[in-house]
């Protein structure tokens, strides 16, 4: 999200480039909205990146609920944005092209009457720069893409999340769901490009006076579970694009706390998510190899939600979240082991609630949330304490009473 990059220097885009791809990340989708800066913070991102040995690339995607679409004199801007980068050497080419993206733009018409006309007519005035290879996420009916031929792809945004859930549903299938919409649309690009979404997480709390967003997505394991199923379908899946590095409005950052929040240092704050980026190497490799990585090391990735979702806050105009009723009240716990080992696992003083004896390989797990307590997990071998993960409870406490609501997850990893 360029929006959130106001005060970032090219240090800052370095540092973030570095760390992206020492975690298995190939490339930055910049998301670019309306405001004038964000062009200086993109050509900013491409000079961080032209210091690398331009192997890291970058794309843009237009952010068409940000973004004016409405006359033929609005691709202009479009324009000048791939006028500034076509022939960067980090500029990320599909088949050799240009590759762009947006968010949404299914309303955008650019001064015409249907959606194909529109954005042939955009495809068209871009290709003036360069050849272009758009992958657009419009949020329409797949059965729609055969009628869209500037279409070269699709991106399916929405496919991060399981949004058909609802409260209504058999607790059962509330807690088996998996995002399954990808086979839908692939089906109907007919062999053109298909980029999917993944996600750890999704939580935005903003009230009537600013976005009226408040809503959560059940995510839970769901980023364990997302690779696992794209790793299965790498042969159908071009592109995984992993949302997000710091849309931290909408809690799926998987990058460091940096930047310019938009308002929502509320649930942000004090809210890493960097063990998520370090799990996201294993998983990366494995989508792009086709093999899982062998284990070289111990290690634990523990995450939750900082309070009961019944929980009464204290004074939280804003209330509590739509969908609060799809999660679950426990924290969870991705290990993996080099060999034979005991997971313990504890909420309060140290003392184990659950210690179980596992092989080698990944061990995942969720346990209650104890209000007051936190959670702690080492991995044990031969009596001696091989890997650990014990957050103190001033890192983290799960609030018996918390002053707002706060569904956003607070993750750690053993060092």
Known sequence: MVGNTFPYTIKDWEEDI????????????????????QKSSVERCYAAASESDHSFKLCLSFDMSSLRGSSREDVNLLRDYIAAVANHPCQLLYDGKVLVSTFAGQDSLFGHSTLHHAWKFVKGTLEEIA???????????????????????????????????????????????????????????????????????????????????????????????????????REQVDIVQVLSWNDYGESHYIGPIKGAQPNSQAWVDGFPHTAWLDLTRYYARAFKEGVYPPIERDKIYLW?????????????????????????????????????????????DH???????????????????????????????????????????????VQERPQTYNFNAFVAMST
């Open 18 to 37: 570095k760390l992206a791809s020492v975690h298995g990340i190939d490339a930055f989708v910049l998301n670019v909205g309306v405001e004038p800066w």
């Open 131 to 233: 050849p272009i290879h758009l992958i657009p996420s419009f949020f329409i009916d797949p059965r729609r893409y055969p009628d869209i031929p500037a279409m070269d792809g699709y991106f399916n945004w929405n496919g991060g999340w399981s949004l058909h859930l609802s409260a209504e549903m058999p607790r059962e299938t509330v807690e088996n769901a998996e995002p399954d919409t990808d086979r839908h649309h692939i089906h109907h690009l007919g062999g053109r490009t298909f980029m999917a979404a993944i996600s750890p997480w999704f939580f935005t709390h903003y009230g009537a006076d600013s976005w009226s967003k408040n809503w959560v997505y059940r995510s839970e394991d769901l980023y364990v579970r997302r690779w696992e199923r794209l790793v299965e379908a």
């Open 304 to 348: 939750s939600r900082p309070h009961l979702k019944t929980a009464e806050a204290a004074d939280d105009p804003v209330g509590r979240p739509d969908r609060w009723q799809l999660v679950d009240d426990s924290f969870w716990v991705i290990v993996f082991t080099t060999g034979p080992a005991q997971i313990c696992v504890s909420t309060q």
């Open 351 to 397: 003392v184990p609630n659950v210690t179980r004896s596992v092989g080698g390989g990944i061990h995942k797990a969720s346990y209650p949330m104890s209000p007051g307590g936190g959670m702690e997990v080492r991995i044990i071998r031969d009596g001696i304490v091989v890997a650990e993960c014990a957050p103190s409870l001033d890192e983290f406490r």
